[in-house]
T-cell receptor, first 115, second 112 residues
Framework: TQLLEQSPQFLSIQEGENLTVYCNSS?????LQWYRQEPGEGPVLLVT?????EVKKLKRLTFQFGDARKDSSLHITAAQPGDTGLYLC???????????????FGKGTKLSVIP | DSGVTQTPKHLITATGQRVTLRCSPR?????VYWYQQSLDQGLQFLIQ???????AKGNILERFSAQQFPDLHSELNLSSLELGDSALYFC???????????FGSGTRLTVV
């Protein structure tokens, strides 16, 4: 089982501040995905990174995949209350014999942005 | 609306009972995945179906079973329910699993 460690577990910041959350593993992933989940709802896919060293930007969110494809970070600039939620990373590895990719989720970073 | 439909949204049942959770994947997606989410364990993969066939199994208990029908909807059956089975159960679908899943809004199961 591939273990994904996310840090910090909890983060509470003021509106307008910048923040970075991390997703680390000892396993190599074919892709890494970031999701945001709000209470009572399912996770919503934000981005998928595939290539080592890849950087993707989504408005104020910047995602980076580590060169070795074992880790990733999510940076939010000028956080807003609407960014509040649980941020989950998920790594995909090919499942031998199944012919598909298995997705393993980290436990998430719970972000609160205070107005 | 993500396009993945799960019913019911909430379910309260007694220990020892059996329940069925239903999922309709997003149009065009052949793969369906079931996940269990609890506070201490996070999202745990249960089982995957692809075009009607079981493709992969995760941490699914023997008391749990699933199937995917010809119209691609899927059902997760949970039997001999225990208090510890209380959790959120999510269904997700994808057209290409390496690029990401679309999740439904979940079924909250409470076993009393």
């Amino acid at each position: 089982t591939q273990l994904l460690e996310q840090s910090p577990q909890f983060l509470s910041i003021q509106e307008g501040e910048n923040l970075t959350v991390y997703c680390n593993s000892s396993s190599v992933f074919s892709s890494l995905q970031w999701y945001r989940q709000e209470p009572g709802e399912g996770p919503v896919l934000l981005v998928t990174v595939v290539t080592g060293g890849e950087v993707k930007k989504l408005k104020r969110l910047t995602f980076q995949f580590g060169d070795a494809r074992k880790d990733s970070s999510l940076h939010i600039t000028a956080a807003q209350p609407g960014d509040t939620g649980l941020y989950l990373c998920a790594g995909a590895v090919i499942s031998s014999g199944a012919g598909s990719y298995q997705l393993t989720f980290g436990k998430g970073t719970k972000l609160s942005v205070i107005p | 609306d993500s396009g993945v439909t799960q019913t019911p949204k909430h379910l309260i049942t007694a220990t020892g009972q059996r329940v069925t959770l239903r999922c309709s994947p997003r149009s065009g997606d052949l793969s369906v995945y079931w996940y269990q989410q609890s506070l201490d364990q996070g999202l745990q993969f249960l089982i995957q179906y692809y075009n009607g066939e079981e493709r992969a199994k995760g941490n699914i208990l023997e008391r749990f079973s699933a199937q995917q029908f010809p119209d691609l909807h899927s059902e997760l059956n949970l039997s001999s329910l225990e208090l510890g089975d209380s959790a959120l159960y999510f269904c997700a679908s994808s057209v290409s699993d390496v690029y990401g899943y679309t999740f439904g809004s979940g079924t909250r199961l409470t076993v009393v």
